[in-house]
């Protein structure tokens, strides 16, 4: 829905900055991997919305993470104060499907892509089910400190630069997390979900479609399916990410 | 009793697009959305309310399916450039996957057709023209920059093919350069009910960071004192109804088109950021006297 909400909290995560809204019943009925549209400037500048991943849901409010001011918006939204009030469309296109049996979720993410993942955290935990997250970053400082997550949350990190884990997590910890875990859900640039796709393939040889999903890694510039930006091809055809995803079966995704 | 209480529910200022038409294309108001803001009328955000527009313009149809190269929308200053093309799956795919919406529709519908070939925009025509819910057709015509002859030509060729083979109001979209002589001479020649200005513009912008160029068409609220401008210049003697398009970015915008001499607008992509923005226009348009 539209709605004007206000800006209750801001507190630091990681290298970014936690903003916690609180606005009307539809916003709040948010779900893992549905995004929000916030407008983050006045008089059109900059022109478009920013699309947000909420990265916690609770009964009264929800929070939205930044973890980079390189975008002229996110870096006006982050000089925003408590009780300011903020324009947000949502929650908006289709978000993860876990499950009830499905209770050891396996996360893994480039550390710029993650939003979405930590919403579906805090989701599993809330029922009661078991998390390992995978991080993948450059280096050090691009990754989440421990102390960011709950405690429940098994955490393993990479870095191309080795500074924290070396390699690359779709290397040297994805096949030992895998027969672990009753589902995958995935964040990451294009090239990294391909090489995701290519090391499924070779660990589970068996058909993992309804086991893995992913958020596509396309822009989502209106949101609502107009601009045709955020196109995904899959097996069957174009989809509008905005509407038909942003969360995909792996499996379906043409990278 | 208040002036807000005595504003009716839903302002009202009928208007006519196509006054030479045997049909007409009457709508409730003259707020419009451009071609492609909702896609076929299944991508609106929240906060767009359909049932307040005078009508909505759909994304282009063509005869075929169109695929090239992905749609891109990059940020400019006040705007962006918006490179879409004419994805779209064939007019075939189209009506079957929106024909319901249309006929159900809250807003008459007007469906954007493209392409160049006289016989493929006529096949078009002719499958939209048997479609319910669809109540009038836009065509871009003319190509900027073009040689004004040649490209005037082709126009009265393509308005002749639809004309033909559909019975349907007919809005001609023309780029903001054509010239006084070449929108007459469109007009005398018949089969152009009302006139659309204007497509958008091409704009490029080069990303110094990453050296690249990137291309579209050019939205944005700077386009609309140019395309005032131009409503102003042609308001007076060019004969039929004139919808601005594109630009309108407030309320005041889209009052100083009607002002100008505009009977119509089309709000375009600031619909994207502002989904309230065509329901508050309606409703200054209804309170304001003409």
């Given at each position: 829905m539209s709605a004007s909400t206000l800006l209750a909290e801001r507190t630091e995560l990681g290298n970014g900055l936690l903003l916690r809204v609180q606005g009307g019943r539809e916003l709040l009925a948010c779900r893992p991997g549905q995004f929000v549209m916030l407008r983050c400037g006045p008089a059109w500048s900059p022109y478009l919305r920013?699309?947000?991943?909420?990265?916690?849901?609770?009964?009264?409010?929800?929070?939205?993470?930044?973890?980079?001011?390189?975008?002229?918006?996110?870096?006006?939204?982050?000089?925003?104060?408590?009780?300011?009030?903020?324009?947000?469309?949502?929650?908006?296109?289709?978000?993860?499907?876990?499950?009830?049996?499905?209770?050891?979720?396996?996360?893994?993410?480039?550390?710029?892509?993650?939003?979405?993942?930590?919403?579906?955290?805090?989701?599993?935990?809330?029922?009661?089910?078991?998390?390992?997250?995978?991080?993948?970053?450059?280096?050090?400082?691009?990754?989440?400190?421990?102390?960011?997550?709950?405690?429940?949350?098994?955490?393993?990190?990479?870095?191309?630069?080795?500074?924290?884990?070396?390699?690359?997590?779709?290397?040297?910890?994805?096949?030992?997390?895998?027969?672990?875990?009753?589902?995958?859900?995935?964040?990451?640039?294009?090239?990294?979900?391909?090489?995701?796709?290519?090391?499924?393939?070779?660990?589970?040889?068996?058909?993992?479609?309804?086991?893995?999903?992913?958020?596509?890694?396309?822009?989502?510039?209106?949101?609502?399916?107009?601009?045709?930006?955020?196109?995904?091809?899959?097996?069957r055809g174009h989809h509008r990410a905005c509407q038909r995803g942003p969360v995909f079966d792996l499996t379906e995704l043409a990278l | 009793m208040s002036a807000t209480a005595r504003r009716p529910a839903v302002a009202t200022r009928l208007v006519e697009l196509a006054p030479r038409h045997k049909l007409g294309l009457t709508l409730t108001n003259p707020v419009l959305l451009a071609a492609g803001m909702i896609g076929y009328g299944d991508a609106g955000l929240p906060g767009l309310d359909l049932g307040r527009l005078g009508a909505f313009v759909t994304a282009p149809v063509t005869r075929r399916p169109w695929r090239g190269d992905l749609p891109q929308v990059a940020e400019t200053p006040g705007g962006l450039l918006w490179r879409r093309g004419l994805w779209n799956p064939g007019v075939r795919v189209v009506v079957r996957d929106y024909g319901n919406l249309w006929r159900r529709s809250r807003a008459?519908?007007?469906?954007?057709?493209?392409?160049?070939?006289?016989?493929?925009?006529?096949?078009?025509?002719?499958?939209?023209?048997?479609?319910p819910g669809v109540a009038g057709l836009e065509l871009d015509l003319l190509r900027a920059y073009h040689d004004e002859a040649e490209n005037l030509e082709e126009a009265i060729e393509q308005v002749r093919a639809v004309r033909a083979a559909a019975d349907l109001p007919l809005l001609a979209r023309l780029p903001l350069s054509t010239s006084d002589e070449t929108v007459q001479a469109l007009v005398e020649s018949g089969g152009v009910d009302a006139l659309v200005l204007a497509q958008p513009p091409a704009g490029l912008r080069y990303d110094a960071a990453r050296g690249v160029q990137i291309t579209g068409q050019l939205h944005g609220r700077s386009l609309?004192?140019?395309?005032?401008?131009?409503?102003?210049?042609?308001?007076?003697?060019?004969?039929?109804?004139?919808?601005?398009?594109?630009?309108?970015?407030?309320?005041?915008?889209?009052?100083?088109?009607?002002?100008?001499?505009?009977?119509?607008?089309?709000?375009?992509t600031a619909v994207w950021v502002d989904p309230q923005l065509p329901g508050r226009i309606v409703a200054a348009v209804g309170e304001v006297s003409w």
């Open positions: 920013r699309a947000l991943f909420p990265v916690e849901m609770r009964q009264d409010s929800l929070a939205l993470w930044i973890n980079s001011l390189a975008d002229e918006g996110l870096a006006w939204l982050s000089r925003r104060k408590v009780g300011d009030s903020l324009d947000l469309l949502g929650p908006l296109g289709k978000g993860f499907s876990i499950q009830p049996q499905q209770r050891r979720l396996l996360l893994v993410a480039e550390a710029a892509h993650i939003a979405p993942l930590l919403g579906l955290m805090q989701a599993q935990l809330a029922r009661q089910g078991s998390v390992v997250l995978l991080l993948q970053g450059q280096t050090a400082s691009d990754l989440l400190p421990p102390g960011a997550l709950p405690p429940s949350v098994e955490y393993y990190t990479a870095t191309s630069d080795g500074s924290a884990g070396d390699g690359d997590v779709l290397d040297t910890l994805l096949a030992r997390a895998l027969p672990w875990a009753d589902a995958l859900a995935a964040a990451g640039s294009g090239p990294f979900l391909r090489r995701l796709q290519r090391r499924m393939g070779d660990a589970r040889p068996e058909p993992y479609r309804g086991f893995a999903q992913a958020v596509a890694p396309v822009p989502l510039p209106c949101g609502g399916g107009a601009c045709l930006a955020c196109l995904v091809e899959t097996g | 008459p519908v007007i469906v954007h057709l493209a392409g160049d070939d006289p016989d493929e925009l006529a096949s078009v025509a002719s499958t939209l023209e048997s479609t609309a004192p140019l395309l005032a401008a131009r409503i102003a210049d042609l308001a007076g003697w060019v004969g039929v109804p004139l919808v601005a398009c594109g630009g309108v970015h407030s309320v005041d915008d889209a009052l100083a088109y009607l002002a100008v001499g505009a009977a119509a607008l089309q709000v375009d």
